[in-house]
């Protein structure tokens, strides 16, 4: 049975804020509300109602427990009118949201003994759950993970973002190759959020601005749009776990000013009447819109201007009190920019201020600048958002002079610090002028933020020295770190209910709101009855997901298999295709006799990624994994040592059940490429030991969980940054590694592709010639270093030693504490007693 006991909190924790209501206990209450909900919201009886009427039933119900606190803390909030986060994120990956609202609640028992009493198994309605396409990868979950800890933390938060009618896509294989389809995750509607069409925000886009002098005889400018949407908020409850805090997520959804034309319907031009919704729907259509052409550049600037002016407006309109001094906005709010597309935020709040509040210039910048804090997650100069002066004159006029206006006034201090060094101020403008005039997102962030954080110790070094130093000079205390962190909740109470389980009968209740208590498990790492009641806990979990997989793809998970892992964003610096070639190194040492089957440890591969849809390098290697995978699992020559699974459409759902069945944790980005990771994070906390580069959080994990619990291979980020500064040539390392040359060469021989030896040549001559993320230069040591694992593996009560040490060490990557580093360095936000 699920524990939903409440957790007793330590005086002095940051959570032992408030009294913890008691739970609802009545099985009988929950009956009569759940059967309410079906008579009188879905509009059937029980003996007639489907399993989408019992869910939709069921999540009503739980939702009615919360909505009581929920609005009780918004009246308190707008009463205190004390500071909170306003958290801008293009992306929030939620994962399904019934069991998580039944766990902070603690209404799991009561709503599976309340179901089962109507003769429903609650399993059946999880089942039906669909998850909200509203992320894709590790920014969107972090996002998700922040606002849990949040509201776990009674900080009052609204995280804000766009209510994306088809997510990015779903994910699909034909003949091994992906293929994008629309994830409609909104088909059968959504249970969870409350529309609110009278609060829509008109967003405008394009025209002209022009000068007029205000009733003081001021000069001001006026900003007259060519057209405009409404933005119609979409509130999602964010339950806190187990104190009774309940805050929001707001979700924009564009939709037409004038949506129908009845004039125009009639006159028989059906396309043309509705043309306006159509266009406005656009913007909230899709996360990313593949951007390689004009109209998806403009339409991906749309919706980043779209989401932030319907929040930062919501805000000030919405949520200050009519007579809240403007002067005072640092007090009452920062506003956290999740990387660098919602920064043109900071010229929108500027535009309000000035040219609708009557500000002038310098005291509506000094609030700006202590209105805002900007998070870099990338170190890729390509992901440093950059935008063409062109489309910003053409679709935020406005917006554009603001930037201008703040550039000119930022070089002018430059230059006074500096003199007249061109090419400093060059590199520091905000305004790029080569190859082409275009707005840098990221300076423009750094210059109005009051902090700019990277998220693991290794990438804030680099953000600093490498990506930007002369802004780290320039604006000395300004930089700071925050390492990423990941919910409790979610990744170990609710994805690995048995392991959470144990922990709590080892170290007691109260370890999910303070992780760090889980270095008391390092001494039952000694005791050999724990050790073998965790190794049953993996067991179980690998047979779950073997369960999963064979339901959901018809794939199978061998008993006794290693589970080596590999689920993260499909993109070159991550480096899938090293691991792809420590496979086919595995492959072609049996098959051309160089080893035996008998001598290869058991594994199954199992890779998760998306690529972006105009992404044809990372499209390509998706294809030869799976590609690889027919081969290899078909290969009576392995006698079914190794097997290669890629289930298509990784997400939050499936994550939960491939992260605590997994052995091995694959985390082998170049160094000096992530920033920090996520899943690294996820992995080790489950139990899963790490085979890995110094990159991002990964060398926090390593220092925390020790050398001896932690694969290592690879270059340093500045032996990689001296290899390119000698010269890097990949097909040396090709000539002089023998198992590698055989490798590509298999590749390059059509084995995995009938014969056709040009269906993978861009793959092969792309290491051989390019090979910008040095995969040849790591092979040899990744291959050492998979020799290690091997060995380690073939002692497993020293292995899961090691898995349980890995998890007693890896308390300080809990979100909660990524929180507590955000209040006490940059927010300064105290909880709402």
């Excluded at 919201?41 to 399993?51: A, F, Q």
């Excluded at 270095?519 to 690998?542: C, I, Q, S, Y």
Aim: glycine fraction near 6%.
């Amino acid at each position: 049975m699920t524990d939903d006991r409440t957790e007793p909190l330590v005086p002095s924790h940051p959570l032992a804020l408030a009294p913890v209501p008691s739970p609802p206990s009545n099985v009988d209450g929950f009956v009569r509300e759940f059967l309410s909900n079906l008579n009188y919201d879905r509009g059937v009886p029980l003996s007639s109602s489907t399993l989408n009427d019992q869910y939709f039933a069921l999540a009503y119900t739980v939702r009615d427990y919360l909505v009581a606190r929920w609005l009780e803390d918004q009246r308190r909030q707008r009463e205190l009118q004390s500071k909170g986060v306003c958290y801008l994120s293009a992306e929030y990956l939620l994962g399904r949201q019934l069991d998580n609202n039944l766990l902070a609640s603690r209404l799991t028992d009561v709503a599976t003994e309340a179901l089962a009493a109507c003769g429903i198994d609650i399993d059946d309605l999880r089942q039906l759950e669909v998850e909200p396409g509203l992320g894709n990868g590790g920014l969107g979950r972090l996002a998700a993970c922040f606002i849990d800890s949040l509201a776990t933390m009674s900080v009052p938060t609204i995280g804000y973002g766009i209510r994306y009618e088809y997510g990015i896509f779903r994910q699909t294989f034909v003949d091994g190759q992906q293929v994008e389809q629309p994830d409609a995750w909104l088909e059968m509607g959504s249970p969870w959020e409350f529309p609110h069409p009278e609060a829509a925000q008109t967003i405008s886009f394009g025209g002209h601005t022009e000068k007029h002098t205000d009733d003081d005889g001021v000069e001001r400018t006026r900003w007259i749009p060519g057209w405009n949407v409404l933005a119609v908020p979409y509130n999602y409850m964010v339950p806190g776990y187990h104190n009774g805090r309940v805050n929001t997520l707001r979700l924009w959804r564009a939709v037409a000013t004038n949506s129908f034309d009845l004039r125009v319907f009639n006159s028989g031009d059906y396309e043309e009447a509705v043309r306006a919704q159509t266009f406005a729907e656009n913007i909230s259509k899709v996360l990313y819109p593949e951007d390689s052409t004009p109209q998806g550049k403009e339409l991906r600037l749309q919706q980043q201007y779209f989401f932030c002016a319907a929040s930062i407006n919501d805000f000030l309109d919405h949520l200050l009190t009519s007579d809240y001094p403007l002067e005072k906005l640092p007090d009452r709010v920062i506003f956290q920019l999740n990387d660098t597309h919602p920064v043109i935020a900071v010229p929108e709040l500027m535009r309000v201020l000035v040219d609708e509040r009557g500000m002038d210039w310098d005291a509506a910048w000094e609030i700006t600048q202590q209105c805002f804090a900007y998070t870099c997650h990338t170190l890729l100069p390509e992901a440093l958002e950059v935008w063409s002066v062109e489309l910003l004159e053409r679709l935020l006029p406005r917006h554009m002079e603001i930037i201008y206006r703040i550039n000119e006034d930022f070089l002018d201090a430059v230059r006074e610090r500096y003199g007249d060094d061109e090419m400093r101020i060059r590199n520091m403008s905000i305004i790029q002028e080569h190859p082409s005039r275009a707005v840098r997102m990221a300076y423009l962030a750094t210059v109005a933020g009051a902090k700019v954080n990277g998220v693991a110790e290794l990438h804030s070094q680099l953000l600093r020295d490498k990506v930007l130093p002369d802004f780290n000079d320039f604006f000395p205390g300004k930089f700071t770190n925050v390492t990423n962190g990941v919910t409790p909740r979610r990744f170990l109470r609710l994805a690995n209910p048995e392991l959470a389980g144990l922990i709590t009968e080892a170290l007691g209740v109260g370890w999910t709101v303070d992780l760090d208590r889980l270095r008391g498990l390092e001494t039952f790492a000694e005791d050999p009855e724990f050790r073998a009641r965790f190794a049953e806990v993996k067991a179980a979990n690998k047979r779950r997901l073997s369960d999963v997989l064979r339901e959901r793809d018809g794939f199978e998970v061998s008993d006794g298999h290693m589970l080596d892992v590999m689920v993260k964003r499909l993109h070159e610096y991550k480096r899938q295709m090293l691991k792809l070639l420590h496979i086919v190194t595995q492959y072609e040492g049996v098959v051309s006799g160089r080893m035996r089957a008998a001598d290869v440890t058991p594994r199954t591969f199992v890779f998760g990624a998306k690529a972006a849809p105009g992404y044809l390098m990372a499209k390509r290697i998706i294809h030869l994994i799976n590609a690889v995978g027919s081969v290899v699992n078909a290969d009576e020559r392995l006698e079914g040592r190794l097997k290669v699974l890629f289930p298509p459409n990784y997400n939050v759902t499936l994550a939960e059940r491939v992260i605590p069945a997994a052995d091995l944790s694959e985390q082998i980005s170049l160094a000096g490429k992530e920033a920090s990771g996520t899943g690294n994070m996820k992995f080790a906390l489950n139990g899963a030991l790490t085979i890995g580069t110094d990159d991002g959080a990964n060398v926090e994990i390593r220092e925390l969980v020790g050398d001896e619990n932690f694969f290592l291979f690879g270059m340093s980020e500045p032996e990689v940054e001296a290899l390119w500064a000698k010269g890097y040539h990949p097909a040396e390392f090709y000539q002089h590694d023998a198992r590698l040359r055989s490798a590509i060469d298999l590749i390059a021989s059509g084995a995995f592709s009938g014969g056709d030896r040009s269906t993978f040549e861009p793959i092969v001559s792309n290491l051989l010639y390019d090979d910008r993320f040095m995969v040849l230069a790591d092979y040899a040591s990744y291959i050492q270093a998979q020799e290690r694992v091997d060995a380690a593996y073939a002692n497993q009560d020293a292995w899961t030693r090691s898995a349980i040490l890995n998890i007693a060490r890896c308390g300080f990557f809990s979100s909660d504490r990524s929180m507590r580093d955000y209040i006490e360095r940059i927010w300064h936000t105290p909880p709402m007693l």
